[in-house]
């Protein structure tokens, strides 16, 4: 079946320092892939996506690329804030068909000191 | 336009009770989808209907249940709550119905809380 794995945590970095949180998968077909953020209180915000291999997801200064021959999609930021502080989600979908269940990761916390 | 809403935001249960969530699509989306979060098992898949009908199911006991309504809303009802219950469940909604699946919009979710 599929799989998400994510490096542990949690991630603690000073402002303005660089951000790579791992995520590699394992799937049977070609999976979507992507990145969502939760911030303490509230659900899940989608941040970026990739929907094929070499495709690159960004956003907010965020960017990840879809890796197929290392089966990864990790997740970059060159310059952190204090509100980037929060938990990271990967997951990947089946990308054919009318399967839309989401496969996540276990989540990273990420807290940003000023 | 507006997000994936869901209702109540809050619930405390005794164990034996049961309860039922409701959530809102996005306007013009049709397939809505239920998690469950908690510390220990992370994000788990419960189901997803579309159309009224449920078209995918996750490994969960008979006593989570769903339906959605020709508005495309939906509820999904836990009976007989059990300790373990307690969990943030989280809706999502996509427009579906397409040959690609379609990303997923999370609502605030709905922290249960069983006693």
Known sequence: GNSVTQMEGPVTLSEEAFLTINCTYTATGYPS?????QYPGEGLQLLLKATKADDKGSN???EATYRKETTSFHLEKGSVQ????????????????????????????????? | KAGVTQTP??????????VTLSCSPISGHRSV?????????????????FSETQRNKGNFPG???????????????VSTLELGDSAL???????????????????????LTVL
Request: charged residues 15%; aromatic residues 18%.
């Open chain 1, 33 to 37: 892939l992507f990145w969502y953020v």
């Open chain 1, 60 to 62: 907010k200064g965020f």
């Open chain 1, 82 to 114: 204090v509100s980037d502080s929060a938990v990271y989600f990967c997951a990947l979908s089946e990308r054919l068909g009318a399967n839309s269940k989401l496969t996540f990761g276990k989540g990273i916390t990420l807290s940003v000191r000023p």
């Open chain 2, 9 to 18: 935001r809050y619930l405390i249960k005794t164990r034996g009770q049961q």
């Open chain 2, 33 to 49: 989808s239920w998690y469950q979060q908690t510390p220990g098992q992370g994000l788990q898949f419960l189901f997803e209907y």
């Open chain 2, 63 to 77: 006593r989570f249940s769903g339906r959605q309504f020709s508005n495309s809303r939906s509820e999904m009802n």
């Open chain 2, 89 to 111: 469940y989280l809706c999502a909604s996509t427009r579906a119905g397409g040959l690609y699946a379609d990303t997923q919009y999370f609502g605030p979710g709905t922290r």
